[in-house]
C-alpha cells in the first residue's frame, strides 16, 4: 500500500522535475515580479501549528500558506501535482518531520528550486515512541504529534526563526524576538496546563479517536487510553470499543474525549454504551474552514482543550 504511494510520488515528483524545468524558464519573470511585489518571505507549511507559528514569526515580514485545505484530515493527506508546484514555488518549506509527513521525503528530492529553504520543524525535538492499541506497532516508529509537547514546540518555532533568518539574514533580530514572543506564550500555556492538571480528581483521559496525545499524557502525568493508534486510517474494532467501555465503566469516569475533524460517530457510540458525556480534545492538526476564515489560532485551541480537561477530569 504505502509503496504503491510512494511510486505514484515519485512518478509526479520526476514528471514534474520535467516539466518544472521548462516551467521554471518560463516563470521566472513571473516570480520575480510577484516578490518583488511583495516583497515578503513565501512560506507553504503543511500543518496547521507550523502555519500558526510561522504567521506570528515571519509576521509582516512573510506571506504564509497552509498548505492542507481547512478540514482536511492531515494523516491521510497526500498533495496533488498542484501543491508540489506550490512547494517548488516557495521561499521556505516547512513540514512536521517525517512521520507525519511521510511523502515529504520525496518531494524534497524532486525540487528543482535550489534556492527553496526546506524546514524539518522536528529537528531537535525530543519524540516519544508511537503507540498503536493492536501488536501491529512498526519498529522504530515515533509519535508525530511534537508540536504538542510545548518544549518541541518551542524549538519547532525556533527552526522557522532560523530559516527566516537564514533568508532574510538582516531581519535576524527581528524573526529571533518574534520567536521568544511566541514561546513565552507557550511557556505560559505551559504552566497553566501543569497547574490545573495537578489538581484533578480523574487522571485518565478516554479519547474515542486516534493516539494523538501521548505528549500531554508524558508531560502531565496522566493515563491516556485511545480507541485508535498514531493515525486514524484503520476504524477501531469491535474489541477497541469494548476495551474503552470498560475502562471507563470500572473506573467510573463520566466524559469521553472526541476528536476534531471526523464525525464524532465513534465517540456517539462509545459514551452511549459507557453512560458518559462527550467533550472536544482538538489536536489542532489542522483548522475547519469556519475556524480558518475566523482566523483562530493554535492558543485558542489548546486553551479551549484545557477548559474541556478541567471538565472532564474534574479539576479544581
Ligand atoms: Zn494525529
Not at 513565501?42 to 510561522?54: C, G, H, N, S
Not at 467510573?252 to 464524532?264: G, Q, R, S
Not at 469556519?290 to 479551549?304: E, H, K, N, P, Y
Request: include cysteine; charged fraction near 25%; glycine fraction near 6%.
Amino acid at each position: 500500500m504505502h509503496t504503491m504511494k510512494n511510486k505514484v510520488i515519485v512518478g509526479i515528483v520526476a514528471i514534474l522535475a520535467i516539466v518544472g524545468g521548462v516551467i521554471a524558464l518560463s516563470q521566472i519573470k513571473v516570480n520575480k515580479q510577484k516578490s518583488v511585489a511583495s516583497g515578503k518571505i513565501q512560506i507553504v507549511t503543511t500543518l496547521f501549528p507550523l502555519y500558526d507559528m510561522a504567521k506570528n514569526i515571519g509576521a509582516d515580514r512573510a506571506e504564509v500558506s497552509l498548505l492542507m485545505p481547512p478540514g482536511v484530515e492531515p494523516h491521510t493527506f497526500e498533495p496533488k501535482p498542484t501543491d508540489i508546484v506550490r512547494i517548488n514555488e516557495a521561499d521556505c518549506f516547512v513540514y512536521t518531520g517525517k512521520f507525519m509527513e511521510p511523502w515529504a521525503e520525496d518531494i524534497i528530492k524532486g525540487i528543482t528550486n535550489r534556492k527553496l529553504i526546506v524546514v524539518d520543524a522536528s529537528k531537535g525535538t525530543r519524540m516519544i515512541p508511537a503507540v498503536f492499541p493492536d501488536e501491529d506497532e512498526p519498529a522504530g516508529a515515533l509519535d508525530p504529534h511534537i508540536w504538542l509537547d510545548f518544549d518541541n514546540a518551542k524549538i519547532m518555532a525556533r527552526n522557522i526563526a532560523q530559516a527566516l533568518e537564514l533568508r532574510d539574514p538582516a531581519d535576524k533580530a527581528f524573526f529571533k524576538q518574534k520567536a521568544d514572543d511566541y514561546n513565552r506564550k507557550l511557556s505560559e500555556l505551559d504552566a497553566a496546563f501543569r497547574k490545573t492538571l495537578n489538581a484533578c480528581k480523574s487522571k485518565e483521559i478516554i479519547y474515542a479517536g486516534h493516539y494523538a496525545f501521548g505528549y500531554w499524557a508524558k508531560r502531565y502525568g496522566l493515563r491516556y487510553v485511545a480507541a485508535q493508534g498514531v493515525s486514524p486510517d484503520a476504524e477501531p474494532t469491535a474489541k477497541d470499543l469494548a476495551r474503552l467501555v470498560d475502562q471507563i465503566k470500572k473506573n467510573n469516569i463520566h466524559y469521553v474525549f472526541y476528536e476534531e475533524l471526523t464525525t464524532p460517530k465513534i465517540a456517539e457510540t462509545i459514551a452511549g454504551e459507557a453512560n458518559a458525556k462527550l467533550l472536544l480534545l482538538n489536536a489542532a492538526h489542522n483548522l475547519t474552514k469556519d475556524q480558518f476564515q475566523r482566523g483562530v489560532s493554535f492558543f485558542d485551541i489548546l486553551t479551549a482543550d484545557l477548559e474541556n480537561l478541567k471538565i472532564g477530569l474534574e479539576c479544581r
